[in-house]
């Protein structure tokens, strides 16, 4: 078993920055893709961003040029700096990571979640 656990949400200024991180703990031999999902309420799950093992990065294009995806392979983490924080940025951000385990299965995993509001 395979757990990814968040942290660095909560309340943040419009304009201000925040830093979410992302561990991974468990049966890891390797991590594939890891990224960055949010949810606002009454929305569905989108892509924010996406960082792949060689260190490709993706972005949604509502926060390309604010937000910066990196990860952290010995340590199995990935991090996501947020600045330029607009209201519109509120929502659950989910931590996601394609976990190979030591016989090389795949599977997906999924954080519990992390709340964040930008609001005055």
């Known amino acids: 078993q395979v757990q990814l656990v968040e942290s660095g949400g909560g309340l943040v200024q419009p304009g201000g920055s925040r830093r979410l991180s992302c561990a991974a703990s468990?049966?890891?031999?390797?991590?594939?893709?890891m990224g960055w999902f949010r949810q606002a309420p009454g929305k569905q799950r989108d892509l924010v961003a996406v960082?792949?093992?060689?260190?490709?990065?993706n972005y949604a294009d509502s926060v390309k040029g604010r937000f910066t995806i990196s990860r952290d392979n010995a340590e199995n983490t990935v991090l996501l700096q947020m600045n330029s924080l607009k209201p519109e940025d509120t929502a659950v951000y989910y931590c996601?990571?394609?976990?190979?385990?030591?016989?090389?299965?795949?599977?997906?995993?999924w954080g519990g979640g992390t709340q964040v509001t930008v609001s005055s």
């Open positions: 960082i792949t093992s060689g260190g490709s990065t």
């Open positions: 996601y990571a394609g976990v190979r385990d030591h016989e090389l299965r795949y599977a997906p995993y």
């Open positions: 468990g049966r890891i031999f390797s991590m594939d893709a």
